[in-house]
Structure formats: structure tokens, C-alpha cells
């Protein structure tokens, strides 16, 4: 069963960090670009990274370039995404989703075809 399972929300103070992981599961994960999506309240889903199976990819979002770190785990099929200084604006639900092909890219959301359930991350003082 192809799977991906987001796990490492909560709610945090702005500035602080949060790492979320994707585990995927029922698929060559070696195979396939992974991508992090998130989506606030009444907002459209916005893609804010993704990494390619060569890791020579590596896409962010304007709004989190230079806090966020996007890496993957081949061996236990695991993509982390490491969110520092993080600001209210940041709140949403996270959404990791595998990319149809090895490398990725944010603009297309189309593109991807397996998504998790998501992870709530609230930043809020």
C-alpha cells in the first residue's frame, strides 16, 4: 500500500523550530522526488520544498529560504524537514507527497501523486 505518514507538528512560540518527518512506505522510495506542501485557513496549498533523488534538486519557497532544510534518508525511507525561526505566518497544515518522477518541482502541485494526512503546526506566542 503506498503510504506517506507525516509526524512531528505541534504548536510553537515564532522563532522557535520544528522538524517534521515523512515516512514512506509501499514504493521504491530511491525512485521518487518527495515534496512538502502546507496549507493555512481559507488559503490555497503552497509548496514550500522539495528534493530530488539525487539531492542535486533542492527547491524552497521565497518564504522559507534560510529557515527551512529540507534532506531524506534513503536507507529508512524517510524525508525530514527541518523548520527553524518560525514565524505565525508559517502556521498550516503540512503535507509531505511523493513526486510522479525522481526529480521535483513546487510550482506544479499536479505533479505529485501519493500525499499524506498531514501535520498541524501552529506558531503562536
Known amino acids: 500500500q503506498l503510504q506517506l505518514v507525516e509526524s512531528g507538528g505541534g504548536l510553537v512560540q515564532p522563532g522557535g523550530s520544528l522538524r517534521l518527518s515523512c515516512a514512506a512506505s509501499?514504493?521504491?522510495?530511491?525512485?521518487?522526488?518527495i515534496g512538502w506542501f502546507r496549507q493555512a485557513p481559507g488559503k490555497e496549498r503552497e509548496g514550500v520544498s522539495c528534493?530530488?533523488?539525487?539531492?542535486?534538486?533542492?527547491l524552497y519557497g521565497d518564504s522559507v529560504k534560510g529557515r527551512f532544510t529540507i534532506s531524506r534518508d534513503d536507507a529508512n525511507n524517510t524525508v525530514y524537514l527541518q523548520m527553524n525561526n518560525l514565524q505565525v505566518e508559517d502556521t498550516g497544515v503540512y503535507y509531505c507527497?511523493?513526486?510522479?518522477?525522481?526529480?521535483?518541482?513546487?510550482?506544479?502541485?499536479?505533479?505529485?501523486?501519493?500525499w499524506g494526512q498531514g501535520t498541524q503546526v501552529t506558531v503562536s506566542s
Open positions: 507527497a511523493r513526486h510522479r518522477f525522481a526529480g521535483c518541482w513546487l510550482a506544479t502541485i499536479t505533479s505529485y501523486d501519493v
Open positions: 509501499g514504493f521504491p522510495f530511491d525512485e521518487h522526488g
Open positions: 528534493i530530488g533523488v539525487s539531492r542535486e534538486i533542492i
